[in-house]
């Protein structure tokens, strides 16, 4: 299983990957709204966490675009 990982704070960020990690699972980290925004061009995830309080673009417009992207990601839960 791929997790995207939408996290500004470096802590958090690497926090939220080392426990995944734990999980078995692949965390990709994106550090704002547009890294967030090119991965799901490339890649295909199997789930996403969301920070809401992003420097470029809040959470929920980040899963508003991803929601209307036409990409398989369209349809993976956000959380």
Known sequence: ???LV????PLAARMAG???EDLAFTPVIAMNAQ?????IKVQTFDF???D???PDLDGFQVADS?????T???AVPII
């Open 18 to 20: 080392v426990i995944i």
């Open 6 to 9: 939408v996290e500004d704070t």
């Open 52 to 54: 809401i309080g992003l």
């Open 35 to 39: 890294q967030a925004l090119d991965l």
């Open 66 to 70: 991803i929601r209307k992207s036409n």
């Open 72 to 74: 398989p990601n369209a």
């Open 1 to 3: 299983m791929k997790i």
């Open 48 to 50: 996403i966490f969301m």
